[in-house]
């Protein structure tokens, strides 16, 4: 990290802020950076050299509507801090934003395990709060400094219901209808299973509901299988659930180097049709938290 022993924290100096992430950047997380960059005055301004990006922590439009509608946007880019569409961004080292090696960001993820933000960088895990403080003076700050102050003007408040009505209104009204009424309408088939998987599902008491899979079971002889061998991060571009398969186990099934088939259990007979895993090692599903990762399987 680059540290040295007896080292204040406030001689710590930044090259990045990343305020994102699901957990941290939600909009009370937003509002308190907001607060700060108030609270530090008109001409607030982040620090000369800092890179700030403000990502909303939320992939549904309404959550960046709510923090505009509350003119939160304002805030963050009149003080130079970039206003970004909602995503995993930093908090993953997404596309091009990463930390670049022995780069010291200060960051609102809630994991910072090595080179999560980008091979060789240095992170430190803060409140958004704090790394609002930080984007201002360029290195790790007491926030309490800012938080004294009794001078920021009040920020607007707005409900999140407000924003989910008036984004339903773009979309056409759903009609749910469960009889047919058309003497035309045609009854489709029960859909059938594939043939190498058979679902049973036994009922033990009312209020317990057993599922059977039975299926071939590709085994996997690995400990430590993190999300970044489930799916690597260049693979995590899309935000839904289809197509997420190419990329699973990756590392795993193609050599770094030549981009060669390297047999993967799940690219040999019979494994090919495998529809379950098991993995005899532990940990399995460790590192940072991504839904792709579930999707993928």
């Known amino acids: 990290m680059g540290l040295v022993p007896g080292m204040l924290m406030e001689d710590i100096k930044l090259d990045r802020v990343f305020i994102g992430s699901c957990t941290n950047s939600r909009i009370e997380d937003l509002r308190s950076v907001a607060k700060i960059i108030l609270a530090a005055g008109s001409d607030a301004k982040v620090a000369n050299g800092i890179v700030a990006l403000v990502v909303p922590g939320s992939g549904l439009v309404i959550m960046k509507q ?7 946007d304002k805030v963050f ?28 960001c200060a960051s609102t993820s809630n994991r910072n395990f090595e080179g999560r933000q980008g091979p060789g960088s240095r992170t430190h895990l803060v409140s958004s709060a704090m790394a609002a403080a930080a984007a201002l003076m360029g290195k790790l700050t007491d926030v309490r400094t800012f938080a004294k102050s009794d001078i920021s003007p009040p920020i607007a408040i707005s ?7 008036a984004a339903s ?10 009889d047919i009424t058309s003497q035309d309408a045609v009854v489709l088939p029960t859909a059938r299973q594939p043939e190498n998987i058979e679902i049973s599902t036994t009922i033990t008491s009312p209020r317990t509901k057993v599922t059977v899979l039975k299926g ?3 085994p996997i002889h ?6 970044d061998v489930i799916i690597p991060v260049r693979f995590c571009k899309a935000f839904k659930g289809k197509g997420q398969s190419v990329g699973l186990f990756d590392p795993l099934r193609r050599d770094p180097r030549t981009g ?11 494994y090919t049709n495998a529809k379950i895993i098991v ?10 938290s991504r839904e792709q990762a579930v999707w993928s399987l």
Not at 66 to 72: I, N, S, Y
Not at 222 to 227: E, F, P, S
Request: proline share 5%; charged share 20%.
């Open 66 to 72: 709510h923090a505009e509608a509350e003119g939160l």
């Open 216 to 218: 071939i079971a590709a």
């Open 159 to 165: 409900s999140g219901l407000d924003h989910v009505f």
């Open 279 to 288: 993995c005899t090692g532990v940990n399995f599903g460790c590192g940072s």
């Open 169 to 178: 209104q773009h979309f056409p009204p759903t009609h749910w209808h469960t």
């Open 222 to 227: 690995r400990d430590n299988i993190d999300t």
């Open 77 to 104: 880019e009149r003080a130079g801090f970039q206003w970004r569409e909602a995503g995993c961004s930093m908090c993953m080292g997404l596309n091009s934003d990463r930390a670049n090696a022995e780069e010291r």
């Open 260 to 270: 060669q088939s390297t047999g993967f259990v799940l690219d040999r007979p019979p």
